[in-house]
């Protein structure tokens, strides 16, 4: 529970910390119970589309929904996308990079990445079948962050700990934590339409190759990596859904 609840408390604004204190250790555990925490961003985005939409048109509620999960999160995986592109645009090699990424300061690829990649969720979504939204939303989120939380059991960390943002080296999963996040991934998908269930394979597919590009560039990932992994994944598995439809 510990670490469940670090895991909340470093994946969401939400007030987790007024439930009670975490040890430290369990902070470098959260990656292994991300999944979960996409029970809360995902869950809230399903939640907010479904409700808006008896009020307004697709668009206006698509658009809800992805102000929902920005908001809880503090558009923390959208932080890490913006210094991931803005590393990998400008640094010409590992050093490079990675003082670009942990400069705070967002720069022209940062920019132009978030912008062209919100126009696409934005428009991949709209596309969708109404009733197929929802679970979308959930599915997409917690399955992919579950994906994704495996790059700390397949690449070492870039940084050492000093230099980490967090302040924290995440430890990789024992057994037990994998099968935990994979029940936090896969739950979910009871909801998932089986029409629709190719997508799933997107993500696993996007995840694999930029782990040997994130091997390949810097020998090892960062946080801002973890974020920009989990959304270019949940992209490829809105526009897998996209193609489907």
Known sequence: MNNILAALMFFTRLPFWKIKTVPEESFKHVVSYWSFSGWITGGAMALVFWGASHLFNIEISV???LISRIMITGALHEDGFADFFDGMGGGRDKTGILRIMKDSHIGSYGVLALILYYLTVY???????????????????????????????LLPYARNEAE????????????????????????????????????????????????????????????????AVFLLSELGFLLTMAALT
């Open 123 to 153: 428009s991949v979504l709209s596309s969708l079948p109404k009733e197929v939204i929802p679970a979308t939303l959930l599915c997409g989120d917690t399955f992919c962050k579950f994906v994704c939380g495996h790059i700390i059991n």
């Open 63 to 65: 658009i809800l929904a």
């Open 164 to 227: 980490s943002k967090a302040k924290v080296v995440y430890s990789g999963m024992s057994i037990k934590e994998k099968l935990i996040s994979l029940a936090g991934g896969i739950i979910p998908l009871y909801f998932f339409p089986l029409e629709y269930v190719w997508a799933l394979i997107t993500p696993v597919a996007i995840f694999m190759f930029l782990i040997l590009y994130l091997k390949k560039k810097i020998g090892g990932y960062t946080g801002d990596c973890c974020g």
